[in-house]
């Protein structure tokens, strides 16, 4: 790595020199060179006329720079210089009183957070990191990709699938090891390895999303049928994975239900009320539905019963104007027994 250090006082460039010193007693396959105004005269240093021209002509020649000066000078001067992420170098920020060092620029692919700690940890300073996926703990796509010392393909689906990261969804890395199948189908963004150019690949939905619906009395279908595709697009499901539709004996024959259910050349599997109650006290109730159907609660309860009992609610209750939609999400172990 090709380091640059940066000053525009005659202290910090004296402190420039001194890390100079310190730094390459352990970063040895480094070359580091410390760059000072002319007038101050400083000892073993690039003695230049102009900053402003010199930082100018050399941005790209070096892997990372370090600036002992105020953030404002730096933002000012490397402004007109900054392109991508992927390109640029790696910019950190060192005070003059020698507290903190800050990764202020390419902190991931030009490894400025990665240098931030390197310098911290051998110069006795603070490190200063603001990259969420670093300070959450979490690790993002071009992270993975420095690591493995592979190339992105592009950076705004690097940045979208980051997002999911730091959001704490799910997010697999798929690794070419011809077919694997993993718990964690249902992720929300994946990460492809591979040194091929063109690679097959195809989706399956499963099957593995129960609907329980409860509604009030002459619900018009296309109610429900718009109330099922807001809870779905909300939470990122797709209608091709639910397998089937559940609800109360007592809706059995509501009309508005079964033509949406019809719609959706779904099943309509039907739950009694005795079968409700018996866990209809692991979900909140209502004293109204209780009053008028002998239950305290509808559509969690059915959703629960219709399914295999393995699995968790992605959606307890969603609430639309008389209707109610809770989503149980399957275990996919059972898809897995072929």
Same mark, same amino acid.
């Given at each position: 790595?090709?380091?640059?250090?940066?000053? /525009?006082?005659?202290?910090?460039?004296?402190?420039?020199?001194?890390?100079?010193?310190?730094?390459?007693?352990?970063?040895?396959?480094?070359?580091?060179?410390?760059?000072?105004?002319?007038?101050?005269?400083?000892?073993?240093?690039?003695?230049?006329?102009?900053?402003?021209?010199?930082?100018?002509?050399?941005?790209?020649? #070096?892997?990372?720079?370090?600036?002992?000066?105020?953030?404002?000078? @730096?933002?000012?001067?490397?402004?007109?210089?900054?392109?991508?992420?992927?390109?640029?170098?790696?910019?950190?920020?060192?005070?003059?009183?020698?507290?903190?060092?800050?990764?202020?620029?390419?902190?991931?692919?030009?490894?400025?957070?990665?240098?931030?700690?390197?310098?911290?940890?051998?110069?006795?300073?603070?490190? /200063?990191?603001?990259?969420?996926?670093?300070?959450?703990?979490?690790?993002?796509?071009?992270?993975?990709?420095?690591?493995?010392?592979?190339?992105?393909?592009?950076?705004?689906?690097?940045?979208?699938?980051?997002?999911?990261? %730091?959001?704490?969804?799910?997010?697999?890395?798929?690794?070419?090891?011809? @077919?694997? %199948?993993?718990?964690?189908?249902?992720?929300?963004?994946?990460?492809?390895?591979?040194?091929?150019?063109?690679?097959? #690949?195809?989706?399956? #939905?499963?099957?593995?999303?129960?609907?329980?619906?409860?509604?009030?009395?002459?619900?018009?279908?296309?109610?429900?049928?718009?109330?099922?595709?807001?809870?779905?697009?909300?939470?990122?499901?797709?209608?091709?994975?639910?397998?089937? %539709?559940?609800?109360?004996? /007592?809706?059995?024959?509501?009309?508005?239900?079964?033509?949406?259910?019809?719609?959706?050349?779904?099943?309509?599997?039907?739950?009694?009320?005795?079968?409700?109650?018996?866990?209809?006290?692991?979900?909140?109730?209502?004293?109204? /539905?209780?009053?008028?159907?002998?239950?305290?609660?509808?559509?969690?309860?059915?959703?629960?019963?219709?399914?295999?009992?393995?699995?968790?609610?992605? @959606?307890?209750?969603?609430? #639309?104007?008389?209707?109610?939609?809770?989503?149980?999400?399957?275990?996919?172990?059972?898809?897995?027994?072929?």
């Amino acid at each position: 790595m090709k380091l640059a250090f940066w000053t /525009v006082t005659k202290g910090a460039g004296n402190i420039a020199r001194e890390y100079k010193e310190k730094l390459q007693e352990h970063l040895k396959e480094d070359s580091i060179d410390v760059f000072t105004l002319k007038k101050y005269d400083v000892e073993n240093t690039i003695q230049i006329e102009d900053f402003t021209a010199n930082i100018n002509e050399k941005f790209s020649q #070096y892997d990372g720079h370090i600036f002992i000066m105020a953030s404002g000078i @730096v933002i000012r001067k490397i402004a007109s210089l900054i392109g991508t992420k992927d390109k640029d170098p790696a910019v950190l920020l060192i005070d003059e009183g020698k507290h903190f060092v800050i990764s202020l620029l390419s902190g991931h692919l030009g490894g400025a957070n990665e240098l931030t700690h390197s310098l911290a940890n051998i110069l006795k300073l603070v490190p /200063v990191i603001t990259t969420s996926s670093d300070v959450t703990g979490k690790i993002a796509v071009d992270t993975i990709s420095q690591k493995l010392n592979a190339e992105l393909e592009d950076l705004k689906s690097a940045k979208d699938v980051t997002s999911l990261i %730091v959001n704490g969804q799910k997010v697999n890395i798929l690794l070419p090891k011809n @077919v694997k %199948v993993t718990d964690n189908i249902s992720a929300d963004g994946f990460i492809l390895v591979s040194n091929k150019k063109n690679i097959e #690949y195809t989706r399956i #939905y499963p099957k593995n999303l129960i609907l329980g619906i409860g509604c009030k009395k002459d619900t018009k279908a296309e109610d429900i049928l718009r109330a099922i595709e807001d809870c779905l697009d909300k939470n990122n499901l797709d209608i091709k994975s639910v397998k089937k %539709v559940a609800t109360v004996d /007592v809706k059995e024959n509501e009309q508005g239900l079964v033509d949406a259910v019809k719609f959706l050349n779904l099943d309509l599997e039907i739950i009694s009320r005795d079968e409700i109650k018996k866990v209809q006290d692991q979900f909140e109730g209502s004293d109204f /539905v209780e009053k008028n159907i002998g239950v305290r609660a509808v559509s969690e309860p059915v959703a629960l019963l219709s399914s295999t009992g393995n699995g968790k609610f992605l @959606v307890m209750k969603e609430k #639309y104007n008389g209707i109610t939609i809770s989503i149980y999400e399957e275990s996919l172990e059972s898809f897995y027994k072929f």
